[in-house]
Nanobody, 116 residues
């Protein structure tokens, strides 16, 4: 069983920055696509960013130029650097490890709150 543990959420004023981290409990982390998703109250869970084993990235249009996803395969860690935050970024952020079309794991989520 793989466990994903997120950290780094919190409260920040608009225009500020936060860095989220996610660490996987097993070495198979390096074989999968890592991603960050977010879910605001009353809304569906949406993709924020993904990064492949080789470092190819994909971002939601709403975060391009503001968020940066990175990974350290040796440390089983994926990070999300968020800057120029707005209240629309307020959500629970979830880490995801996608190993195949039928196998993925989720973290427990970390709250990010941006005040105006």
């Amino acid at each position: 069983q793989v466990q994903l543990v997120e950290s780094g959420g919190g409260f920040v004023q608009a225009g500020g920055s936060l860095r989220l981290s996610c660490t996987a409990s097993r070495i198979i982390f390096s074989n999968g696509v890592m991603g960050w998703y977010r879910q605001a109250p009353g809304k569906q869970r949406d993709l924020v960013a993904t990064i492949t084993r080789g470092g190819s990235t994909n971002y939601a249009e709403s975060v391009k130029g503001r968020f940066t996803i990175s990974r350290d395969n040796a440390k089983n860690t994926v990070n999300l650097q968020m800057s120029t935050l707005t209240p629309d970024d307020t959500a629970v952020y979830y880490c995801n490890l996608l190993l195949s079309s039928s196998l993925s794991y989720w973290g427990q989520g970390t709250q990010v709150t941006v005040s105006s």
